[in-house]
């Protein structure tokens, strides 16, 4: 029995998924020992949130057949949700420094992006997507995807014209002395957001392993006809899924809030950096998309500390190309063809 | 009478391919349409499922108009569709493909019940309940749209081309398991490429000729016409 594990776990670290992974943690450990700890904490935080965008545009690629450019606007949106919600709290708690409201403030606004975010996204499939989808008859791809363009560049200016183009930052969410694990010290923010992020990825994964909702999602995105003949209301899902993904992204923004101050295009960053996750790890593959993440963060963050500052998009976007000429399904993209590869 | 066509015109875009098909079904019957390729045999089944909105005539079911209805909502009337594509969940498991059949139940225990009842028709499916779908083979995937449609305890199972792209061997094995349904006493309408096995197993059949019913009648009586056995039979 041992035996059978041991095997099969060789051949899982042989495969491209396995050797990706062990490779990342490798070079993540190797790193940290040679230039500070900090190197692996900035990882941890940038790939847990990364997780969270990527997530949602898996989500929205895989299930609606979107590809959507405009998800790093609901970024934005979560992260002005969080900051015109915590800034009234964070009022509050300068006068009462004993109030309960100090430990669950911040808390507060990111439920608050998080739904302001899921909102934003029902209001998006009822009046852009929804429209499309009745109207459209072929080339759906191209129609939403210039569409998603559409609405990114609507969504930044309507920002800009609405609350201006200045940043809106806050100093932090929770104060206080930073945590130190063995001599590392960690602002109190940046492991929250990490525990935030992992959180949300664990119970979005067996939401969508186990409940029936969350098989009904992953049915509609192998196969919408198979979906509709089972008894599952496609309409329903795909509100669903839309929300979700856009909570998912707007969470992220919410409770970056600290490093990302919310100006109009704070979302483009995050949505580069979930493209290059997405299409490393594999289109609609949920569970790649979160390692995809780290993989990337890893990049992102050993280029940063070794190349410069300037070339944290080329390294990693060049590595991406190079993987793909290797492997044009991704690292973890599955050897059963999915809806998308059709 | 559980199923009721009348008068069904439908087709895709401005092509009308169903012209004023009538056809009916009594419960527990087998009922086959035959005809030759591009007839609107699968363009029927599609319509009576409600993936194609028929563009005039009414679909009755169980008394019950479901002319126009969605898919989804056609499903949980209690009618099931195994398509010619199989449409499966290639990245699911077996297990979690016919959990999914089960989509319109909500209660578990009845959902175990009826795994077990297919796992019982289709022993080679509990074999293989953890492999994904899209790995199976032909065969297997046939068994396994079958079992799927036969989860959510349909009265009306609609069969689309069962023995397409099948080794004989195979074919044989799944109108075994048709004929096993039948005894069952499930309601079964098949359409099929295959005349001489289809007339052979069913009791009625119509034929399908240019978006309209050529011929109806007993099966047997179908098989000793004259046009059929020369234009389907070669004889």
Not at chain 1, 78 to 97: D, K, Q
Not at chain 1, 190 to 212: E, G
Not at chain 2, 63 to 77: C, F, L, N, P, Y
Request: hydrophobic share 50%; proline share 3%; charged share 15%.
């Amino acid at each position: 029995m041992s035996n059978n594990y041991g095997s099969k776990f060789l051949s899982w670290i042989k495969s491209a998924a396995g050797l990706s992974i062990v490779v990342t943690i490798v070079v993540a450990v190797v790193a940290s020992i040679a230039s500070g700890p900090y190197l692996l904490v900035n990882t941890v935080v940038t790939g847990g949130m990364l997780a969270l965008v990527a997530t949602g545009l898996t989500l929205m690629l895989g299930v609606l057949n979107i590809p959507m450019f405009a998800h790093g606007e609901f970024f934005m949106i979560g992260s002005l949700a969080a900051f015109y919600v915590f800034t009234p709290i964070s009022n509050y708690t300068n006068e009462n420094p004993d109030s309960i409201i100090v430990v669950f403030g911040p808390l507060i606004a990111m439920a608050a992006s998080t739904i302001i975010g899921a909102i934003s996204g029902i209001i998006a499939e009822k009046l852009v997507f929804g429209p499309l989808r009745r109207r459209s008859t072929d080339d759906w791809v191209m129609n939403s995807f210039l569409l998603t363009v559409g609405l990114s560049v609507l969504l930044i200016n309507l920002h800009q014209l609405v609350f201006g183009a200045d940043f809106k930052g806050i100093v932090g969410y929770w104060s206080g002395m930073p945590i130190s694990i063995y001599d590392v010290f960690i602002s109190r923010d940046r492991v929250m957001a990490f525990m935030i992020a992992a959180v949300i990825v664990v119970l979005f994964w067996f939401f969508m392993t186990y409940t029936r909702t969350g098989m009904a999602i992953r049915a509609v995105s192998q196969d919408i006809t198979g979906a509709q003949i089972v008894g599952i209301d496609i309409e329903k899902i795909v509100l669903l899924t839309i929300s979700l993904a856009c909570a998912l992204s707007a969470v992220a923004g919410g409770s970056l809030l600290f490093m990302y101050p919310s100006y109009p295009t704070v979302g483009l960053e995050p949505l580069y950096m979930a493209w290059f996750v997405v299409i490393l790890s594999g289109l609609g593959n949920v569970l790649g998309a979160v390692a995809g993440a780290f993989i990337v963060a890893l990049l992102k963050v050993i280029t940063v500390e070794y190349i410069g500052a300037g070339w944290d998009f080329v390294i990693p976007s060049a590595l991406i190309m190079f993987i793909l000429i290797f492997k044009p399904s991704g690292i973890f993209g599955s050897d059963v063809r999915g809806a998308l590869d059709k | 009478m559980l199923l009721e066509v009348k008068n069904l015109d439908a087709g895709y875009g401005y092509l009308q391919i169903l012209r004023s098909v009538s056809l009916n079904i009594d419960k527990g019957e087998y009922v086959c349409i035959i005809g030759p390729n591009g007839a609107g045999k699968s363009t029927t089944m599609k319509s009576i499922i409600g993936l194609i909105a028929p563009m005039g005539g009414t679909v009755v079911f169980n008394g019950e108009d479901i002319t126009g209805m969605s898919a989804s909502q056609i499903t949980t009337k209690g009618i099931s569709f195994v398509s010619e594509e199989m449409n499966l969940f290639v990245n699911m498991s077996v297990q979690e493909n016919l959990y999914m059949g089960a989509y319109t139940i909500k209660d578990k225990k009845i959902q175990k019940n009826r795994l077990d009842f297919v796992f019982s028709l289709f022993p080679r499916l509990a074999e293989r309940k953890a492999q994904l779908a899209g790995t199976m083979s032909g065969g297997e995937r046939k068994m396994l749209a079958i079992g799927r449609g036969m989860m959510s305890d349909p009265k009306l199972l609609l069969v689309d081309e069962p023995s397409f792209g099948l080794a004989p061997q195979l074919v044989a094995n799944v109108f075994e398991s048709l004929d096993v349904l039948k005894s069952q006493g499930v309601t079964i309408l098949l359409v099929e490429q295959n005349v001489t096995k289809t007339l052979a197993v069913t009791d009625r059949g119509y034929i399908l000729e240019n978006g309209k019913i050529g011929l109806k009648g007993k099966s047997r009586d179908l098989a000793d016409n004259p046009h059929v056995r020369k234009v389907f039979l070669g004889v």
